[in-house]
């Protein structure tokens, strides 16, 4: 079956840092990549995501490109804020079904 | 724009009770799913909906798990003789499947979740 596999956690960063957290997968066919985040006390949002290989979603000054070659699609942003402390989770989509990493948690210090 | 809700939000039970979960979908989708999430995991996929067709099952939604959207517009999940393994968070994820002809997986639109406890 379909895997995520996400790079292990916590991170924590001071304001304004750089951020990547890495994410491969392993499925069959042409899968669909998200990013979901999780805010505190919140449920599941759409990050942002990527329907074919070399495609590039971006939100937020999130981005993630979609690497076939690398079956990978690591998230960046060049200046985090105190207000991205969330949980990100990396999922795949194939099959009409999403198969999830096991998320990372990002704290961001004044 | 009314996203997708979920009832309860809470759920505390018995070993051994019934619960049922209510999920109301974002009202122009026409695919429903349940997933589960246990603490420091990704959410699991357990089944979907097109409309009012039951179309997946995973090997995770053993005999006591079933669930049903009756009218294709709300679900429920209903679980039977619970266990403390039952304990997790049940997601319910709604998206507007247009065609068959996509080449791309329909985007899902997930709720607040309902936490359930075993004790």
């Known amino acids: 079956g379909n895997s995520v596999t996400q790079m292990e956690g916590p991170v924590t960063l001071s304001e304004e840092a750089f951020l990547t957290i890495n994410c491969t997968y392993t499925?069959?066919?042409?899968?669909?990549l998200f990013w979901y985040v999780q805010y505190p006390g919140e449920g599941l949002q759409l990050l942002l995501k990527a329907t074919k290989a070399d495609d590039k979603g971006s939100n937020k000054g999130f981005e993630a490109t979609y690497r076939k070659e690398t079956t990978s699609f690591h998230l960046e942003k060049g200046s985090v804020q105190v207000s991205d402390s969330a949980v990100y989770f990396c999922?795949?989509?194939?099959?009409?079904?999403?198969?999830f990493g096991k998320g990372i948690t990002l704290s961001v210090r004044p | 724009d009314t996203g997708v809700s979920q009832d309860p939000r809470h759920k505390i039970t018995k070993r051994g009770q019934n619960v049922t979960f209510r999920c109301d979908p974002i009202s122009e989708h026409n695919r429903l799913y349940w997933y589960r999430q246990t603490l420091g995991q990704g959410p699991e996929f357990l089944t979907y909906f097109q409309n009012e067709a039951q179309l997946e099952k995973s090997r995770l939604l053993s005999d006591r798990f079933s669930a049903e959207r009756p009218k294709g517009s709300f679900s429920t999940l209903e679980i039977q003789r619970t266990e403390q393994g039952d304990s997790a968070m049940y997601l319910c994820?709604?998206?507007?499947?247009?065609?068959?002809?996509?080449?791309?997986?329909?985007?899902?639109?997930f709720g607040p979740g309902t936490r359930l406890t075993v004790l």
């Open positions: 499925a069959t066919g042409y899968p669909s």
């Open positions: 994820a709604s998206s507007l499947f247009l065609s068959v002809l996509a080449t791309s997986t329909d985007t899902q639109y």
């Open positions: 999922a795949v989509g194939a099959n009409s079904k999403l198969t």
